[in-house]
């Protein structure tokens, strides 16, 4: 699936796809590893809770995103697309966030960690079996050249500005959450997407203003 904003069949879902599938991959790998070795160090262990944080809130957004603002207009230009299905399936991958939520806070602690991150690879495991053929449903569904055809492009920058602001609105933990998107894609993906993110956040809150909030995170991000 075509996934650059300069090319013919530009599909935005494949983006934030991408980020979120590399987030489950990277979280999951991770838990693995602590569960066996442990944390090299308190830094680390804050930069991976604050990384799979992270990941919850872009996944509920992106689930808000689509029901409330993309499906909506969606439905109109492709009504066979199983929007039933997919709505039951963000509710039940709300329900292992909220698991994950949970779990997070056991991490804090000593006497719960080895027991959090055994419920946190599990909530992992069933997040990502879940995801994948969830995903490949909407891109197969979404991302079809007809689709986006037929969607008005005055309709599309409604449904983009309408994402972007309840991102914004809806994150209290921007400083995090926005590295956490630009810094899972790939290069010279995240120079294309950032082409549509102001200056002022790309060029210096993220690199200065918030650099030492999210440093932390830096081991499990793409540099
Ligand atoms: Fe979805
Ligand atoms: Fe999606």
């Known amino acids: 699936m075509s996934n650059s904003p300069l090319d013919p069949v530009y599909c935005e879902l494949n983006t934030i796809h991408k980020v979120i599938t590399r987030g489950i991959r990277v979280s999951l790998e991770n838990v693995k590893k602590y569960r066996t070795i442990g944390f ?46 997919l709505a039951t399936e963000h509710h039940n991958m709300l329900s292992i966030l909220n698991e994950m939520k949970a779990v997070l806070g056991h991490l804090d602690n000593p006497a719960t960690e080895a027991g959090g991150l055994d419920s946190l690879q599990s909530s992992l495991s069933a997040l990502e079996e879940l995801w994948n053929p969830h995903i490949n449903c909407e891109e197969g569904h979404f991302c079809a050249h007809s689709l ?22 809806n994150s209290k933990l921007l400083s995090l959450s926005l590295p956490f998107l630009l810094y899972n894609l790939p290069v010279e993906e995240r ?19 918030w650099r030492r909030k999210w440093m932390p995170m830096k081991p499990f991000l793409i540099h």
Do not use: C
């Not at 986006?148 to 609105?169: C, R």
């Open 191 to 209: 120079a294309l997407f950032s082409q549509g993110i102001p200056k002022l956040v790309t060029g210096f809150l993220v690199p200065v203003v």
């Open 148 to 169: 986006l055809k037929s969607i008005p492009e005055k309709e599309q920058v409604q449904i983009g500005k309408k994402i972007s602001a309840h991102a914004i609105k």
């Open 40 to 85: 090299p160090n308190p830094r680390t262990k804050k930069g991976f809770i604050d990384y799979v944080r992270s990941l919850i809130l872009t996944l509920d957004n992106h689930h808000y995103s689509e029901d409330d603002i993309a499906f909506p207009v969606y439905q109109k230009y492709a009504p066979e697309a199983p929007y039933q299905l």
